[in-house]
């Protein structure tokens, strides 16, 4: 569980590929997830093309910084033949932050960049990429070999629990 106090949004990256067993395993720990009626809504397209991955980065304000990634994972949720269809973004969020820490125990960098629930922003990507109908954008996730070092901020604030006995 290091990895959870290491963790940190990587924005810069080595001009390195980023092998395609680190990518699989990464993805295998977005999958172990766990999810709404085990309804596993996920699927994962992953963008090396520098071309695609250069008009990603235009999708929203804050996503310019996956330009120079070697790798920018899109993850999306189908969006029929689920349990519970409002559960999706949910059940993502915990794959996604998954991938994330994954990303980091393999010595890599990354950052999760939102892109749902923007419907505008989800509608962009979905066009971009050129996706089935029968999926929806979540998030962009750009990672890649860290370029910066940062430490990760103590978050811990004992005045936020409240314990009900």
Not at 4 to 29: C, G, N, T, W
Not at 112 to 130: K, S, Y
């Amino acid at each position: 569980m290091e990895n959870i106090f290491h963790r940190v949004s990587i924005r810069k990256y080595e001009d390195r590929p980023v092998e395609k067993e680190k990518i699989l395993q990464i993805l295998k720990a977005g999958m172990q997830a766990p999810s709404a009626c085990n309804q596993q809504p996920w699927e994962f397209y992953v963008v090396t093309d520098k071309e695609k991955i250069r008009k990603l980065s235009g999708a929203t304000p804050y996503s310019g910084c996956a330009a120079g990634a070697p790798v920018v994972i899109v993850p999306v949720y189908r969006k029929e033949g689920l349990v519970i269809q409002s559960m999706a973004q949910i059940d993502m969020s915990i794959a996604q932050e998954n991938i994330w820490l994954e990303t980091d125990a393999l010595g890599l960098g990354g950052v999760w960049i939102g892109i749902a629930p923007m419907q505008d922003r989800m509608d962009e990507v979905h066009d971009m990429l050129e996706l089935p109908e029968n999926v929806e954008v979540f998030s962009l996730f750009a990672l890649g070999y860290p370029a910066e070092k940062r430490e990760q901020q103590n978050r811990f604030d004992e005045s936020r629990i409240h314990f009900v006995e």
